[in-house]
């Protein structure tokens, strides 16, 4: 699999207040880089939670979401960095 990075990679606010869009990107890889697993949450704009997921332990995972949509996690453990498939 390859994909372009389009910025650095940063820990995911704990809250959705402290929430990210990435730059506005569709695609996001998410890092767990802890000994535990973390739970995921994307939310709207408006602040609603359209879906959560556990990460695992040192799990990698691609999400796809709309650009406006927003990924908080239970600790900024969970690093995320925009990307785009080429």
């Given at each position: 699999?390859?994909?372009r990075?389009?910025?650095?990679?940063?820990?995911?606010?704990?809250?959705?207040g402290?929430?990210?869009?990435?730059?506005?990107?569709?695609?996001v890889?998410?890092?767990?880089?802890s000994?535990?697993?973390?739970?995921?949450?994307?939310?709207?704009?408006a602040d609603?939670?359209?879906?959560?997921?556990?990460?695992a332990?040192?799990?990698?995972?691609?999400?796809?979401?709309?650009?406006?949509?927003?990924i908080?996690?239970?600790?900024?453990t969970v690093?995320?960095t925009p990307v785009?498939?080429?």
């Open positions: 699999m390859n994909y990075l389009y910025a650095v990679e940063a820990g995911c606010g704990t809250s959705v402290a929430a990210s869009t990435f730059a506005n990107a569709t695609e890889r998410l890092f767990n880089n000994s535990s697993n973390q739970l995921v949450t994307v939310a709207n704009a609603v939670t359209l879906g959560t997921m556990t990460l332990d040192g799990e990698v995972t691609f999400l796809m979401k709309d650009p406006t949509d927003q908080f996690a239970a600790a900024a690093l995320g785009k498939y080429s």
